[in-house]
């Protein structure tokens, strides 16, 4: 008796699923699917996050390098002399004041501001080990040298604070108030 039931109810589902896709009469069982056929969906593809462009201001000059385009200039000058030595830096020259920074080259306006600049802080990041590792006095001589060439560019200069870092600690400084020599300090 439970056989009977057991095949009843099996009979039954599958009468069942059969009524559901379109009865049974004038139907052959080899054509009844009872899954229905993929539809083609559109894929969705993800629109791509723009990048954000880094902002140039209209001065377009290295903001990085100097706080004004001629300090950035200069700064950049000293990274190509810096290379010349065998020395690898990057650095970033402050000057005050900064009026007239702008001017064109070999116009009064410019002299007028070369001569008034009486204060430069230049942050030398040395990039690899030579610096760090090079002979002391070899290494004094090339910062005097960097001061000499912040001298020519600014020859009213008073105040000179000249930092030498590796791994963001402060290796050496040259510091200068205006009267008599620079003073140089190694701190490695």
Request: proline share 6%; hydrophobic share 35%; glycine share 8%.
């Amino acid at each position: 008796m439970k056989r009977l039931r057991v095949r009843a109810t099996r009979g039954l589902a599958l009468a069942a699923a059969l009524t559901l896709v379109g009865g049974l009469s004038g139907c052959s069982s080899s054509s009844i699917s009872l899954i229905a056929p993929a539809t083609a969906t559109p894929k969705v593809t993800p629109t791509p996050e723009s990048t954000p462009v880094p902002r140039i201001l209209a001065t377009g000059y290295d903001h990085f390098a100097g706080n004004c385009p001629d300090a950035a200039n200069e700064s950049i000058a000293l990274i190509s002399y810096a290379q010349s030595q065998n020395y690898n830096f990057d650095m970033q020259l402050e000057i005050a004041p900064t009026g007239g920074c702008g001017s064109e080259l070999k116009t009064g306006a410019y002299h007028t501001f070369v001569t008034q600049v009486g204060q430069a802080t230049l942050n030398m990041n040395a990039l690899d080990t030579q610096w760090v590792y090079g002979y002391a006095p070899t290494r004094e001589a090339f910062i005097d040298s960097v001061f000499a060439k912040l001298q020519v560019q600014y020859p009213s200069l008073s105040k000179v604070q000249v930092n030498v870092l590796y791994g963001g600690q402060i290796r050496a400084t040259l510091t200068y108030t205006g009267h008599g020599q620079p003073v140089y300090q190694s701190l490695s």
